[in-house]
């Protein structure tokens, strides 16, 4: 544990300030967490009496709903209510040591601690653990018997494959990290949980590969993680929002997923995740746009196949962006850049509408943005139909009205398809947002404003950096690290990456040693 | 930061300098560039004579012609127009100017396929010089475009209205257009003839005749020094082509025995060499054809696959094609004593000595000039009967 | 890791210097060449190539001799304080110059080519505003954009070159080696010229993480570069011949629109044509602008140098709109590198090259610290 406590330092011991110790009185504390629980109407306390004699007085508290209440009937209600009066050891060492022989003869759980506050006790139970309360004891036990609603394993909405598995992280954060550790059965998995929020007190665990992770990116992540002072987290997003780099940049420098294949391929690639309660999306940095051009599917069919459509989908995200800036740079700044037959077919096609070919762009864009938006809201079936009715009969009819060119419908249709393409929807939406500043800038210098606005978007990519990691790398480092352009627009087959990755710049590189010519690559030759 | 920011965004809210939509402009496809005849010059009237004093005589010599097809709206359904307008003025933009104000689109020359120039326009150096240099400095005017020489005015040719294609300007094109294109008129889009032009300023431009109904490409006329000295037929711009190395499929009739057979040409090569004995130079003209007899005669008498009857037909060959690009020679050489032949540029290249004692003379040396013609040509099929 | 924004790899800086230089020779090279030494260019750009990756590897050498100095710094050891100072500031001044007449010539082409009616003070206040952001964000933004840039602008230009190719006349390239030698050794400075841009490298040395690589990169970039203009000039001449090449103004963009392309849907490459080279142009001019805003930092000895970024639009704005033509541009430029730059690339880096070795020297022979 020497890297843990070299990085994070020593664990601060529980300040007692301010805190209520457990008293000896039952009553007494039981009065302490009613107090502190005051108007809260979905806890139950309940109180009873366990020995031989039935004598001595005990409670529990715990969260309606939160807790499991099986277990605590079966595990803990009855055996102190009934295992205790069958019990051996006499009275006097009871007395002594009830506490003791509770925790390790009479609570049938898995997990049981003692807290050495109130207040550390009510946190246990509002995360819906049971609280234990003995009388004459000094003690204050807390069960772990969540049981909360919780929405099971199932396969991630916005990351779907045709191959590959098809569980998906939910919202309960042990499952999370339970999905993530059942992939890797190394004693180098590291989970280090912190709680962020001062009063949600939200669950959260940074995860890595202890000999692969880039240790500069773990300990600034901590650093970023240790300046968050919110009341509430409702989800990984508002982390994201917190330590990334730039907030001011369109484009998300965290790379977000809801599959757990996908945060363990990062962390063996030296990168670290960030798993936060209530969100199946767990956070994974550094965030590299060519990160978040991939898809888990790209690693699981053939090289060949993986790397011509990573081609189509860096083309999708060029056309998304540009497409209808081109659209107006060429017919109403330079026809002569196209085709003869198509220029003389859109200027017929074009006679009649009355507006310029900006404002035409932006009246379909915007409809087209409309109608996505809409679609989302919408409940499923609907959803998918608004989308169906509302692009076809809206271009239809805007066409037959003469309001936009026929061929500006298929240019907004393609846009709107290419930009679905993009496998991430966060950064879909960053080249959206972005796709709107070409379509002014084509409308006021044609060619030459997209291309300043060209430079102008690259110019601040280059600027951007994750975590110490620049967001175009590999593309701004390939000449220094040319290995690394074998996982980017093209997927080179699995048996020559033998590296991770060197712009994360990992521990330890060395991915594999290629057995496959030893075991039955002279096959030929016999 | 905040200053720069909003000047950014105003020059984008307020720019639009350069902005004309699509359909309000019109594209130009052929333009046709005539020389006006001083007799034939529209008169003055009094605006122009006071203004002559300040402005100095300019005689509006040049009559464009242009042909586009207009799009409109005709009963809400968007149709095309053929339109063809002619201008007169002092040079070739103060046309483009004038037409303005007759057009309610804007005339737009970046997608001109075709130029046709009237005869007389190459038979004044001084304008011929005018409107190709005006061709070559325009940005707009992409150096693929085709250029002819109409026989006659171009106007008269543009005005032509081809049953095949109802827009004339795009029929122009298709004619220079295509795998097949003709092989009877020299290959010459801008680029090359520019090039020609500026190496040696003498050049074979295609020559575009126009009857009621139809237009031809075919023949070309030789310019000599910017101008014009005559035309050469369809046959003799075949030998052209086939000595500038810039024809490939064409079919040359031969006769056997009583029997016309077509030969055709599927490649053929030409190879200069220079021979110098002295002050006298000699050009040794090598030619390799390969080709197919594609009809013989039915039920013939003899094997077509029999060697020694194909030796016999390639011998014909032979001499058609030694007949064809000698007399094309001949003409260049003696008629016309213009080197469009590229003897000059093979000389240059390839033996610069040389050219440095003759090029000065070459105008003269060039028709005294002895040429020899060697073909070789070979039957490779025969088509499916023998 | 590296949080900070102020180094850049060896190649990123290759790549920078590959981009600087290439902006400026790439429009009129293969004219100048034609008009001067007909089609035995080649020659002559092999011999600027070698002799420039020789100056590159002298100022490589000098920025390695300093580690963590800037060039200031180095001028100031070597040839005193004051001197540096007035260095620095004619160094400023020079580059405005440069790149200001830079600017304009681009922005007459986009006006031609693209914009013919927009006024030239918006093209130029466009760019100048873009280059002002770049040089904000640093060299390290710097670095890595020329990186991202070289596949972006070569890869396409190769294929250009490839296409224009058809319906070349390898024959114009004869007569071979017909020029008499006094006049290519004549043209040398023209083939200089065209090099010119790779000085940024003793301002930019600074910052590299990797000193003892800057040679090597650099050779590197000269020796693409070299490549790259001999592609160039060949094309032109194979495709245009001598007389006509004399002819253009821009024998590359000229190049370039004679390509065929029927049936793909951008029929004339233009458009590409033009994006690339709004690129390749961008990426010349911003690297010196931030050499500018560097030196000023040094001369100034601020910490912070964004603030230096806008102040020097106005300046290279006007010198911008100096020419009255296009014409009266290139011919300041003309004789404005033809006095300057010798000094400038050659003349400082020498003498700074000779007090180092003769203070080497003094060391030898046993003089501690000199």
Redesign the interface.
């Known amino acids: 544990m020497g890297l843990w406590k070299k990085i994070f330092g020593e664990k601060k011991k529980e300040a007692k300030a301010g805190k209520t110790m457990p008293d000896k009185k039952l009553d007494k504390n039981l009065e302490t967490i009613k107090a502190m629980l005051k108007d809260c109407d979905d806890i139950v306390y309940r109180e009873f009496e366990i020995g031989v004699d039935q004598d001595y007085k005990a409670a529990l508290v715990y969260v309606d709903g939160m807790a499991d209440k099986i277990l605590i009937n079966n595990f803990i209600l009855s055996t102190s209510m009934v295992a205790t009066r069958i019990v051996e050891p006499t009275a006097e060492e009871l007395k002594q040591q009830l506490s003791q022989h509770m925790k390790d003869h009479t609570f049938a759980v898995t997990e049981v601690s003692e807290q050495e506050t109130m207040e550390d006790a009510v946190k246990f139970a509002l995360s819906g653990d049971t609280i234990i309360l003995l009388d004459n004891c000094e003690k204050i036990f807390t069960v772990g018997s969540k049981g909360f609603p919780a929405r099971g394993v199932s396969e991630p909405v916005t990351e779907a494959v045709i191959r590959g598995p098809r569980d998906g992280f939910t919202e309960v954060f042990r499952f999370n990290t339970a999905l993530i550790r059942r992939r890797i059965r190394d004693t180098k998995l590291k989970v280090k949980q912190m709680q962020l929020g001062a009063r949600s007190k939200t669950d959260v665990a940074i995860m890595y590969i202890e000999d692969v992770v880039n240790e500069g990116v773990l300990k600034e992540v901590k650093r970023r993680l240790d300046t968050i002072d919110i009341d509430i987290i409702l989800d990984s997003g508002y982390v994201e929002q917190f330590i990334e780099d730039d907030w001011t940049s369109p484009f998300p420098q965290i790379q977000n997923t809801e599959r757990p294949d996908v945060v363990t391929a990062a962390l063996y690639e030296g990168r670290v995740a960030i798993v936060v309660d209530n969100s199946p999306f767990v956070l994974i940095v550094p965030g590299t746009i060519n990160a978040m051009m991939q898809s888990a599917e790209d690693y699981y069919e053939r090289w060949s196949i993986a790397t011509a459509v990573r081609l189509l989908r860096y083309f999708a995200a060029t056309l998304s962006l540009l497409l209808p800036s081109l659209y107006v740079a060429f017919t109403s700044f330079h026809p002569q850049m196209m085709p003869t037959q198509l220029t003389l077919a859109l200027a017929v096609n074009r006679e009649g509408v009355p507006f310029p070919a900006i404002v035409e762009a932006l009246i379909m864009e915007t409809t087209i943005e409309i109608l996505r938006e809409a679609g989302v809201r919408l409940p499923g079936p609907i959803g998918a139909t608004i989308g169906i009715v509302g692009g076809l009969v809206i271009g239809q009819a805007a066409v037959e009205a003469g309001l936009v060119a026929p061929l500006m419908v298929i240019v907004v249709a393609v846009t709107a398809i290419s930009s679905f393409a993009i496998p991430r929807y966060n950064l879909a939406i960053g080249f959206r947002l972005l796709r709107f500043l070409f379509i002014f800038a084509a409308g006021a210098l044609g060619l030459y404003g997209i291309m300043l606005s060209l430079l102008l978007v690259l110019i601040h990519l280059a600027s951007l950096k994750s975590f110490g990691v620049p967001y175009l790398s590999p593309f701004v480092t390939f000449i220094e690290e040319s290995g690394d352009i074998g996982d980017t627009f093209v997927r080179a087959p699995l048996l020559s990456m033998n590296n991770r990755n060197a712009h994360v710049n990992p521990n330890n590189r060395n991915r594999m040693d290629d057995r496959r010519r030893e075991n039955f690559g002279d096959k030929e030759e016999k | 930061m905040m200053l720069?920011l909003i000047i950014?965004l105003s020059?984008?809210?307020t720019?639009?300098?350069?902005?004309?939509?699509?359909?309000d402009?019109a594209?130009v496809?052929a333009l046709g560039i005539d020389h006006i005849p001083p007799s034939e010059q529209p008169k003055e009237d009094r605006e122009h004579k006071a203004l002559e004093k300040v402005l100095g005589e300019h005689a509006p010599h040049y009559r464009m012609t242009y042909a586009f097809?207009k799009?409109?709206?005709a009963g809400?359904e968007?149709?095309?127009e053929n339109i063809i307008m002619s201008s007169v003025g002092e040079n070739i933009y103060i046309n483009e100017r004038q037409m303005k104000a007759r057009v309610d689109n804007q005339l737009?020359l970046?997608?001109l396929?075709s130029v046709v120039l009237g005869e007389e326009v190459v038979k004044t150096p001084q304008m011929f010089r005018e409107v190709l240099d005006a061709l070559?400095k325009d940005?707009?005017i992409?150096?693929?475009v085709n250029l002819a020489i109409a026989v006659g005015e171009a106007k008269e040719v543009l005005n032509v209205e081809p049953k095949q294609e109802s827009i004339s300007g795009q029929f122009i094109t298709d004619l220079f257009m295509g795998e097949d294109r003709t092989n009877r008129a020299p290959v010459a889009d801008l680029?090359q003839l520019?090039?020609s032009l500026?190496?040696n300023s003498n050049a074979a431009i295609p020559r575009l005749t126009g009857a009621e109904e139809e237009l031809k490409l075919g023949g070309a006329a030789i310019i000599k020094n910017y101008e014009f000295v005559g035309w050469i037929g369809e046959l003799e711009s075949m030998g052209l082509m086939i000595l500038k190395n810039e024809t490939d499929i064409f079919v040359v009739t031969i006769n056997a025995d009583g029997i016309n057979i077509p030969y055709q040409v599927t490649e053929i090569k030409t190879v200069y060499t220079i021979q110098q004995k002295d002050k006298e130079i000699k050009m040794l003209i090598e030619i390799e054809a390969e080709g197919d007899i594609v009809q013989y005669f039915f039920d013939p008498e003899e094997d077509v696959l029999d060697p020694a009857l194909l030796e016999k037909l390639e011998q014909e060959v032979e001499k058609k094609l030694q007949g064809i690009v000698m007399h094309t020679v001949e003409k260049l050489q003696k008629d016309l004593e213009t080197d469009v032949l590229g003897f000059d540029?093979y000389i240059?290249?390839?033996n610069?000595d040389l050219w440095a004692q003759v090029g000065k003379d070459w105008v003269e040396i060039f028709p005294t000039v002895e040429v020899e013609v060697v073909v070789d040509a070979k039957i490779r099929r025969v088509g499916l009967t023998k | 890791m590296n949080f900070n924004n102020n180094k850049v790899s060896a190649p990123q800086l290759g790549s920078i210097i590959l981009l600087t230089v290439v902006g400026t020779g790439i429009l009129t090279l293969p004219r100048a060449l034609a008009e001067n030494v007909g089609s035995d260019g080649w020659l002559l750009i092999l011999l600027g190539t070698l002799l420039s990756a020789a100056v590159v590897l002298i100022h490589s050498h000098i920025v390695k001799s300093f580690p963590n100095k800037g060039y200031m710094e180095i001028i100031s050891t070597c040839l005193s304080k004051p001197v540096a100072y007035i260095v620095v500031a004619l160094l400023v001044v020079y580059f405005i110059i440069l790149n200001g007449f830079l600017v304009r010539l681009f922005a007459e082409v986009v006006k031609l080519f693209l914009l013919l009616r927009t006024p030239i003070e918006i093209i130029i206040f466009s760019l100048l505003l873009l280059g002002a952001y770049l040089a904000r964000q640093g060299i390290e933004t710097l670095g890595r954009l020329a990186e991202l840039l070289i596949p972006i602008v070569l890869v396409p230009s190769l294929i250009l070159f490839l296409l224009s190719l058809e319906g070349g006349d390898l024959g114009n390239l004869y007569p071979i080696l017909k020029t008499p030698i006094p006049n290519i050794l004549k043209e040398m400075p023209t083939i200089l010229f065209s090099f010119l841009g790779f000085d940024v490298l003793l301002i930019f040395g600074l910052y590299v993480n990797k000193p003892q690589k800057i040679a090597k990169s650099a050779t590197r970039a000269i020796l693409f570069i070299g490549a790259l203009y001999l592609v160039l000039n060949l094309s032109v001449i194979v495709k245009f011949g001598v007389p006509q090449t004399t002819h253009l103004i821009w024998p590359t963009i000229s190049l370039f629109k004679t390509i065929d392309f029927p049936g793909l849907f951008i029929e004339n490459v233009e458009g590409v044509v033009m994006g690339i080279w709004v690129l390749i142009v961008f990426m010349s001019i911003a690297p010196i602008l931030l050499v500018k805003v560097i030196l000023l930092q040094d001369l100034f000895s601020v910490k912070d140098n964004k603030c230096f970024a806008l102040p020097l639009l106005p300046p290279l704005y006007f010198v911008a709109l100096w020419g009255a033509s296009l014409a009266e541009s290139y011919a300041y430029l003309d004789k404005f590198v033809t006095y300057t730059a010798p000094i400038v690339t050659l003349g400082i880096p020498g003498l700074i090259l000779i007090v180092m070795t003769f203070k080497k020297k003094n060391k030898k022979e046993g003089e501690p610290n000199a």
């Open positions: 720069t950014t020059m984008f809210l720019a639009c300098w350069d902005k004309t939509e699509i359909n402009r594209f496809l097809p799009q409109m709206l809400g968007p149709t095309v737009f970046g997608h396929k070559e940005p707009l992409s150096r693929k680029d520019f090039i500026h190496d540029t240059k290249r390839h610069p």
